[in-house]
Nanobody, 122 residues
């Protein structure tokens, strides 16, 4: 089993930056890929990015390409999502999740964090 805890959300003005962290623990953490999702009010949860530590594979949704960067610190069992040039439409609750592969469908993610709120003001 894998436990995930997100942090780093907050309120930022448009054009600003935030870095989200996903701290993972559990016996099989190294076998999993970590993905970031977001859900805005009234909208479905959507995939943002993912990272596979086993082969270094990454994925970005078109809406965040060139602005968001996913990275991992294996020593800290933490995956980061650096978000630059933030827009009001990036406002959402951001979740990290663990799956066997990256990319993966939302149904393939077995473990989820509690989420962290990101609010971008215009």
């Amino acid at each position: 089993e894998v436990q995930l805890v997100e942090s780093g959300g907050g309120l930022v003005q448009a054009g600003g930056s935030l870095r989200l962290s996903c701290a993972a623990s559990g016996n099989t953490y190294d076998d999993y890929a970590i993905g970031w999702f977001r859900q805005a009010p009234g909208k479905e949860r959507e995939g943002v990015s993912c990272f596979s530590s086993s082969d270094g594979r990454t994925y970005y949704a078109n809406s965040v390409k060139g602005r968001f960067t996913i990275s991992s610190d294996n020593a800290k069992n933490t995956v980061y999502l650096q978000m630059n040039s933030l827009k009001p439409e990036d406002t959402a609750i951001y979740y990290c999740a663990a799956a066997w592969t990256c990319p993966a469908t939302i149904e393939e993610y077995d473990y989820w964090g509690q989420g962290t709120q990101v609010t971008v003001s215009s």
